[in-house]
């Protein structure tokens, strides 16, 4: 079967470094995507992992484990602006994306 | 580009009554996805059309919801009829086809259906 799971919420300060997980398990697995997704926002694309490792974009960084099933996003110099939803989602075979509930992160002054 | 274009943003309706939900993916793409999102469930996909053919629907919900896509550049969501659980917020995305960082789903804005 399909399963993806990710802490509900998390709470950081500003200037702090933060580290979202999510793992899953699913058959056919084709890339491991991270989305941002302010209140009342469409979700947005953050990063995209297909092969293990570490893939870093500015202050954020996305890691995959296939073999573990297992991802996470990092976000460093946190900002007030960075507080938001953060999805995960896996693609299987197709192009359809299979979402976790996501991480509310909440990042005070 | 305008990016993915839904309509309407906001619809209030009573129970028992048609809701038609739009959406106009970005143009070029082959793929567009209906999903509903709620603070229970999160973001559940409901249907996926390439090349306007419906691929999967196994997360409609039942019967009363249907989904067309009559050209590349328009598709609707209809509920009928209606009913206070369908209270959600209902996102339409796309993307090209299939293919590394291609596979990237662009969301639109969403439309907050609330159904007393």
């Known amino acids: 079967g399909q399963n993806i799971d990710q802490p509900t919420e998390m709470t950081a300060t500003e200037g702090a470094i933060v580290q979202i997980n999510c793992t899953y398990q699913?058959?056919?697995?084709?890339?491991l995507f991270w989305y941002q997704q302010h209140a009342g926002e469409a979700p947005t694309f953050l990063s995209y992992n297909v092969l293990d490792g570490l893939e870093e974009k500015g202050r954020f960084s996305s890691f995959l484990s296939r073999s573990k099933g297992y991802s996470y996003l990092l976000l460093k110099e946190l900002q007030m602006k960075d507080s938001a939803s953060y999805l995960c989602a896996f693609n299987q075979a197709g192009t359809a994306l299979i979402f976790g509930k996501g991480t509310t992160l909440s990042v005070s002054s | 580009d305008a990016g993915v274009i839904q309509s309407p943003r906001h619809e209030v309706t009573e129970m028992g009554q048609e809701v038609t939900l739009r959406c106009k993916p970005i143009s070029g793409h082959d793929y567009l996805f209906w999903y509903r999102q709620t603070m229970m469930r999160g973001l559940e996909l409901l249907i996926y059309f390439n090349n306007n053919v419906p691929i999967d629907d196994s997360g409609m919900p039942e019967d009363r919801f249907s989904a067309k896509m009559p050209n590349a550049s328009f598709s609707t969501l209809k509920i009928q009829p209606s009913e206070p659980r369908d209270s959600a917020v209902y996102f339409c995305?796309?993307?090209?086809?299939?293919?590394?960082?291609?596979?990237?789903?662009?969301f639109g804005p969403g439309t907050r259906l609330l159904v007393l």
């Open positions: 699913t058959s056919g697995f084709n890339g």
């Open positions: 995305a796309s993307s090209l086809t299939s293919g590394g960082t291609r596979e990237t789903q662009y």
